[in-house]
């Protein structure tokens, strides 16, 4: 039996960053039972630099090099690509991930546009495919997709249709609910104007909407994003749950910048459509505030709450 399977693995990201310190901060806050949780980092820069009130397990991954806060090097993007490795080869109940910079991942030769697309690497089997949801005490957003340029945003039918289908058997199988309500951003302003500002709403998105719907899924047409969170943002900030159980964002930005100015330390970044479900804090590496001891830990202590 895998001495992991019932551990929640939590990686320390970016050693030149704020990931170690959330991480202890969120761990001596929540103050977890010692069988569950194993860390993955370097146990001496940890013992070092950090006080943890809980003797957690510590997978040590070797780092030769001096620390370097708030830089962008090659060993601090080699060691945070061998934590996230580890974690995944041992298998455990859940992975937990402080941030990285894809910069410091390319300049070590891994050239991953983040954290997600390595987890998929290694863990996924049998065509599936990780999808990226951000959760937030009844707001939550899907990205159709992720880490690309904006030019580089190519929304198709078949795209539509299999990432949706994966977030709806997400939350049944999850949360239990065998009908979500999707709210599904359109790709142009004001959803194209009837074709005048696109027409992608028409030939693309509205087909693969009808798609769904004739497989049972509770849909609405490509709405314009301007508008539609509104009632999500207001909700969030009465303690209500969204008009909406997701949101579904054609690319990255458009579904990010509501959640994150509305929550944004409340906000999880979840990976989804693997056997292992893996959360992260939805900020970055914050390099101008590393080493000083004064990052704030409320995003990381709800990433892993989530996965309790």
């Known amino acids: 039996m895998n001495k992991y399977s019932d551990k929640i693995a939590i990686t320390t990201g ?8 959330i991480t202890v901060k969120a761990l001596n806050c929540l103050n977890l039972p010692q069988e569950k949780v194993v860390i993955i980092t370097n146990e001496v820069v940890l013992k070092n630099k950090y006080n943890l009130n809980t003797n957690y397990e510590i997978i040590d991954i070797p780092y030769n090099s001096t620390l370097k806060y708030g830089h962008i090097t090659k060993e601090s993007g080699e060691f945070s690509f061998q934590c996230l490795r580890k974690a995944c080869e041992i298998y455990p109940k859940a992975i937990v991930t402080a941030p ?4 410091a991942l390319h300049l070590a030769g891994h050239n991953f546009n983040g954290q997600t697309e390595v987890i998929e690497h290694y863990l996924a089997h049998d065509k599936q495919k990780a999808e990226m949801l951000f959760v937030s005490a009844g707001f939550d957003v899907l990205l159709l997709t992720r880490h690309v340029a904006l030019k580089g945003v190519n929304i198709s039918q078949e795209l539509i249709v299999d990432k949706v289908t994966r977030l709806v058997e997400f939350y049944r199988a999850k949360k239990n609910l065998t009908a979500p309500k999707l709210a599904l951003c359109s790709l142009n302003p004001h959803a194209g104007e009837g074709g005048i500002l696109g027409q992608e709403e028409n030939e693309i998105i509205i087909p693969a909407v009808n798609i769904l719907r004739e497989r049972g899924v509770n849909i609405t047409n490509p709405l314009p994003s301007d508008t539609l969170f509104i009632d ?13 159980d997701c949101y579904i964002a054609m690319y990255h930005d458009q579904g990010l910048i509501p959640i994150k100015t509305i929550a944004a330390d409340k906000t999880v970044n979840m990976t989804i459509g693997l056997d292992i479900i893996r959360t992260s804090p939805s900020h970055g590496t914050a390099f101008d505030i590393s080493g000083k001891g004064i990052a704030n830990p409320e995003s990381m202590i709800e990433a892993i709450r989530m996965v309790l």
């Open 14 to 21: 970016d050693i030149n960053g704020i990931g170690m310190e």
């Open 100 to 103: 990285v910079s894809k910069e």
């Open 232 to 244: 999500a943002g207001k909700n969030w900030l009465n303690g209500k749950r969204a008009p909406y």
